[in-house]
């Protein structure tokens, strides 16, 4: 079945630099890779997501890029700031509508 | 509009009985999916509904733990006997056929605690 593996699991940055997340995974067929976001005592969050159709996407501040033949996906945040602290996941499904394989997460810590 | 909401938001058990979690998905959404969230771990899956379909048990740890959704909307996880490793946040998150179903929503979670 599918693995994915997640790094750093933590990563500090100072406010307004760039902070990237890296993933890679298992299985061939997986078509589908979002991030969330997880505050303290909440619930995920999607943030952005992508196909395996693209190899970039991009909101605001936030990026994702995917490399299909390396099986590895990164989540770039540029300009940081400290409301963006937060853990991190990234996952991967196979078929829309099926279970999400997630990352063990990256605790994303921005000082001021 | 109003999200997934789950309940109750915390619960503390006795080892040895039955808890029962309840997930109330985005309205409309037609798949609804239960993870478990250990501290400090990822997510990971335990089954999944899809519409009028058979659920996805493959994620189930074991046979204490069943889910039921009934009428297509309101899901009840049920851990039975409970035991100490089954303490985590128990998330639940729904889909619509509208966006392909990719894209997943979740709840606040249950915290589970078994003392």
């Known amino acids: 079945g599918e693995n994915v593996e997640q790094h750093p699991s933590t990563l500090s940055v100072q406010e307004g630099d760039s902070a990237v997340i890296k993933c890679t995974y298992s299985?061939?067929?997986?078509?589908?890779f979002p991030w969330y976001k997880q505050e303290l005592g909440k619930g995920p969050q999607l943030i952005i997501d992508i196909r395996s159709n693209v190899g970039e996407k991009k909101d605001q501040r936030i990026a994702v890029t995917l490399n299909k033949t390396a099986k590895h996906f990164s989540l770039h945040i540029t300009e940081t700031q400290p409301e963006d602290s937060a853990v991190y996941f990234c996952?991967?499904?196979?078929?829309?509508?099926?279970?999400?394989?997630f990352g063990k997460g990256t605790t994303l810590s921005v000082s001021s | 509009g109003a999200g997934v909401s789950q309940s109750p938001s915390n619960k503390v058990t006795e080892k040895g009985k039955d808890v029962e979690l309840r997930c109330d998905p985005i309205?409309?959404?037609?798949?609804l999916y239960w993870y478990r969230q250990s501290l400090g771990q990822g997510l990971e899956f335990l089954i999944y509904f899809q519409g009028n379909s058979a659920p996805d048990k493959s994620g189930l740890p074991s046979d204490r733990f069943s889910a039921e959704r009934t009428g297509g909307s309101v899901s009840t996880l049920t851990i039975q006997r409970t035991q100490q490793e089954d303490s985590a946040v128990y998330l639940c998150a729904s889909s619509s056929r509208d966006r392909g179903q990719y894209e997943q929503y979740f709840g606040p979670g249950t915290r589970l605690t078994v003392t």
């Open positions: 996952a991967a499904s196979n078929q829309a509508g099926t279970a999400l394989i």
């Open positions: 299985d061939s067929a997986s078509n589908y």
């Open positions: 309205s409309g959404h037609t798949a």
